[in-house]
C-alpha cells in the first residue's frame, strides 16, 4: 500500500508530467520545462545557461556561480547584505547569491531609508539654484554647465551612485529566491569587465536619478540626461540576463516634469550592453513601461567584432525606443513579443533600431498593434546598419517590416547581414502563439 508521501510524489509526478505536454505544445521544449517546473530535479541556483542558447553558450559558456562553495553561498534581504555578499569587484571566486524579498538600493548601512535630500546634504546643491544659473535664456546653449551648481550636481549624485550601484565580480550567480517577490528597487548592477555571469528572477524597478544633468547642446532643444541603469553591462561577457522583469513603476515618466522645455528625465537604461560587451544571451524577460530601454554599443565608433548579443523570447510592453536600438555588433532577435499598445503613458517610437553597421538577424518575432500606429514605424536605422527579417508577424499576419521601413524612409536598412546565427536552441519556427505562450512563462516570479 502507497504512504501519503508516495501519493504525494504520484501526484507531482503526474502534475509534472502534464505541465511538460502543456510546454511542449507552446513550442517552448524540454529546457525551458527543466528550468521552471522540475524543482525537485534542478537546483535554481546551480543552474547554467543551456548550449547552443544563444551567444552566451559561446566558447566557455556561462556558468556563473556553480562552483560555488559554502562559503560563498549567501542569502540576502538588505542593501547592506547585498553589499557584503558581491564582496570586491575584482574577486573572481565563484559565489551564488539568494536575493530573498526586495531590496531597497536607497538605504543605508543600518536600513534607514535615503532620499534625494539625503545626497544632496552638504554638496550645497539646489535644483533651484541650478535651473536659476543654466537657464539657457541666461547661461546659452552652446556649451555643457560647468560652475558652482554643476559641481554640487555632480557631487551630489556621487554620492548617490555609492549607494545605489552594486559592482557585481566575475563568476557569480544572482538569483532571486521564488516566491519572495525577489528584487532590488532604486538600485543598479554594474557588471564591467568582468565575465561569466548570471542574473535571474528578479524585479529592477524605481531606478532614478535624483540627480539630471542638463546639457543644452544635446539635440536642437537640450535634453535632460540621467545616469544609471537598471542592469548594465560595461566590457563585460558571457552574461545570461533571464526571468526578470524591467519596470519604471511606482513612477512614470508622465509624473516627470518639465524644465527649460524639456521632460526632467530620471530613468535611463532597463539593461544596457555596452564598451564593447560580447556574447550576452537576454532571454524570458519583461521590459515594461520605459522609454530607452536597451542600447547595444554606446556609439557609433565602437570597435568591430564584439557586441554578440542574443534576445529571444522576451515581452516588451509599454516600451517607447530601444527594444533594442544596435550598434556594431551581430545581434539575433527572435521569438519575442512586442506589444505597441500605450501603457501609462509610454508610446512607441520604434521598436527595434539598427545602425552603426549593425548586423541583425531579427526573426519569428510577434508585433501587436493597435490601429492607428503604422508598422513602418516599428522599425529605425541611420542607412548603415542591417536587418533580416524572417517570419515577423503583426497582429498574427507574417509580415516584411523591413519593406514597409524601407517603403517610408530615406535612409534604408540594409536587407542582408554578414553572419548566420546557429546558436539558436529554442526557436521557434513560427511566431502565431507568442501572446498565448509569453505571459505566462516570462518575467520574475515564474521559476520555481
Not at 550601484?165 to 557588471?191: D, S
Not at 512607441?348 to 539598427?354: A, D, E, K, L, M
Given at each position: 500500500?502507497?504512504?501519503?508521501?508516495?501519493?504525494?510524489?504520484?501526484?507531482?509526478?503526474?502534475?509534472?508530467?502534464?505541465s511538460?505536454?502543456?510546454?511542449?505544445?507552446?513550442?517552448?521544449?524540454?529546457?525551458?520545462?527543466?528550468?521552471?517546473?522540475n524543482?525537485?530535479?534542478?537546483?535554481?541556483?546551480?543552474?547554467t545557461?543551456?548550449?547552443?542558447?544563444?551567444w552566451a553558450?559561446?566558447?566557455?559558456?556561462?556558468?556563473?556561480?556553480t562552483?560555488?562553495?559554502?562559503?560563498?553561498?549567501?542569502?540576502v534581504?538588505?542593501?547592506?547584505?547585498?553589499?557584503?555578499?558581491?564582496?570586491?569587484?575584482?574577486?573572481?571566486?565563484?559565489?551564488?547569491?539568494?536575493?530573498?524579498?526586495?531590496?531597497?538600493?536607497?538605504?543605508?548601512?543600518?536600513?534607514?531609508?535615503?532620499?534625494?535630500?539625503?545626497?544632496?546634504?552638504?554638496?550645497?546643491?539646489?535644483?533651484?539654484?541650478?535651473?536659476?544659473?543654466?537657464?539657457?535664456?541666461?547661461?546659452?546653449?552652446?556649451?555643457?554647465?560647468?560652475?558652482t551648481?554643476?559641481?554640487?550636481?555632480?557631487?551630489?549624485?556621487?554620492?548617490?551612485?555609492?549607494?545605489?550601484?552594486?559592482?557585481?565580480?566575475?563568476?557569480?550567480?544572482?538569483?532571486?529566491?521564488?516566491?519572495?517577490?525577489?528584487?532590488?528597487?532604486?538600485?543598479m548592477?554594474?557588471i564591467?569587465?568582468?565575465?561569466?555571469?548570471?542574473?535571474?528572477?528578479?524585479?529592477f524597478?524605481?531606478?532614478?536619478?535624483?540627480?539630471?544633468?542638463?546639457?543644452?547642446?544635446?539635440?536642437?532643444?537640450?535634453?535632460?540626461?540621467?545616469?544609471y541603469?537598471?542592469?548594465?553591462?560595461?566590457?563585460?561577457?558571457?552574461v545570461?540576463?533571464d526571468?526578470?522583469?524591467?519596470?519604471?513603476?511606482?513612477?512614470?515618466?508622465?509624473?516627470?516634469?518639465?524644465?527649460?522645455?524639456?521632460?526632467?528625465?530620471?530613468?535611463?537604461?532597463?539593461?544596457?550592453?555596452?564598451?564593447?560587451?560580447?556574447?550576452?544571451?537576454?532571454?524570458?524577460?519583461?521590459?515594461?513601461?520605459?522609454?530607452?530601454?536597451?542600447?547595444?554599443g554606446?556609439?557609433?565608433?565602437?570597435?568591430?567584432?564584439?557586441?554578440?548579443?542574443?534576445?529571444?523570447?522576451?515581452?516588451?510592453?509599454?516600451?517607447?525606443?530601444?527594444?533594442?536600438?544596435?550598434?556594431?555588433?551581430?545581434?539575433?532577435?527572435?521569438?519575442?513579443?512586442?506589444?505597441?499598445t500605450?501603457?501609462?503613458?509610454?508610446?512607441?517610437?520604434?521598436?527595434?533600431?539598427?545602425r552603426?553597421?549593425?548586423?541583425v538577424?531579427?526573426?519569428?518575432?510577434?508585433?501587436?498593434?493597435?490601429?492607428?500606429?503604422?508598422?513602418?514605424?516599428?522599425l529605425s536605422?541611420?542607412?548603415?546598419?542591417?536587418?533580416?527579417?524572417?517570419?515577423?508577424?503583426?497582429?498574427?499576419?507574417?509580415?516584411?517590416?523591413?519593406?514597409?521601413?524601407?517603403?517610408?524612409?530615406?535612409?534604408?536598412?540594409?536587407t542582408?547581414?554578414n553572419?548566420?546565427?546557429?546558436l539558436?536552441?529554442?526557436?521557434?519556427s513560427?511566431?502565431?502563439?507568442?501572446?498565448?505562450?509569453?505571459?505566462?512563462?516570462?518575467?520574475?516570479?515564474?521559476?520555481?
Amino acid at each position: 500500500m502507497a504512504t501519503p508521501s508516495h501519493r504525494r510524489s504520484l501526484r507531482k509526478r503526474r502534475t509534472l508530467l502534464a505541465s511538460a505536454a502543456a510546454v511542449a505544445a507552446t513550442g517552448l521544449g524540454a529546457s525551458y520545462f527543466v528550468m521552471s517546473a522540475n524543482a525537485d530535479a534542478v537546483d535554481l541556483y546551480h543552474q547554467t545557461l543551456a548550449a547552443k542558447d544563444g551567444w552566451a553558450s559561446s566558447g566557455t559558456g556561462t556558468t556563473g556561480g556553480t562552483k560555488a562553495d559554502a562559503a560563498h553561498t549567501f542569502t540576502v534581504s538588505t542593501r547592506a547584505q547585498l553589499v557584503k555578499a558581491l564582496g570586491s569587484a575584482s574577486d573572481t571566486t565563484p559565489r551564488i547569491i539568494k536575493v530573498k524579498g526586495t531590496i531597497d538600493a536607497n538605504t543605508d548601512a543600518a536600513g534607514k531609508k535615503l532620499s534625494c535630500a539625503n545626497y544632496a546634504s552638504g554638496t550645497g546643491y539646489s535644483l533651484t539654484s541650478y535651473l536659476k544659473a543654466y537657464d539657457p535664456a541666461v547661461y546659452g546653449r552652446s556649451k555643457l554647465p560647468s560652475g558652482t551648481q554643476e559641481t554640487a550636481r555632480a557631487a551630489a549624485q556621487k554620492k548617490q551612485a555609492a549607494n545605489i550601484v552594486f559592482k557585481v565580480p566575475a563568476n557569480t550567480t544572482l538569483v532571486g529566491v521564488p516566491g519572495t517577490k525577489a528584487g532590488i528597487t532604486g538600485g543598479m548592477l554594474q557588471i564591467q569587465n568582468v565575465d561569466n555571469v548570471i542574473v535571474r528572477n528578479l524585479t529592477f524597478a524605481a531606478t532614478e536619478d535624483c540627480f539630471p544633468q542638463w546639457d543644452p547642446t544635446d539635440g536642437d532643444e537640450g535634453n535632460w540626461n540621467s545616469n544609471y541603469d537598471s542592469v548594465t553591462l560595461r566590457g563585460a561577457t558571457h552574461v545570461w540576463a533571464d526571468h526578470n522583469t524591467f519596470t519604471d513603476a511606482p513612477r512614470f515618466d508622465g509624473a516627470n516634469p518639465e524644465y527649460f522645455g524639456r521632460e526632467y528625465q530620471i530613468h535611463d537604461g532597463s539593461l544596457d550592453i555596452t564598451k564593447s560587451s560580447d556574447l550576452v544571451t537576454v532571454s524570458r524577460n519583461q521590459f515594461t513601461n520605459h522609454d530607452k530601454t536597451m542600447l547595444i554599443g554606446s556609439s557609433d565608433s565602437e570597435p568591430a567584432g564584439k557586441l554578440r548579443v542574443s534576445i529571444h523570447h522576451n515581452v516588451w510592453k509599454g516600451i517607447v525606443q530601444r527594444a533594442p536600438l544596435a550598434r556594431v555588433g551581430q545581434i539575433h532577435i527572435y521569438n519575442n513579443l512586442y506589444d505597441v499598445t500605450p501603457l501609462n503613458g509610454y508610446a512607441v517610437q520604434y521598436s527595434i533600431n539598427s545602425r552603426a553597421k549593425a548586423q541583425v538577424v531579427a526573426e519569428n518575432n510577434h508585433w501587436k498593434v493597435p490601429a492607428g500606429v503604422k508598422v513602418a514605424k516599428l522599425l529605425s536605422g541611420d542607412g548603415t546598419g542591417a536587418i533580416k527579417g524572417t517570419g515577423n508577424q503583426v497582429n498574427g499576419t507574417v509580415t516584411d517590416l523591413v519593406a514597409a521601413y524601407n517603403a517610408a524612409s530615406s535612409k534604408d536598412l540594409k536587407t542582408t547581414v554578414n553572419w548566420t546565427p546557429t546558436l539558436t536552441a529554442g526557436l521557434e519556427s513560427s511566431a502565431k502563439s507568442l501572446p498565448t505562450s509569453l505571459g505566462a512563462t516570462t518575467g520574475a516570479g515564474v521559476l520555481s
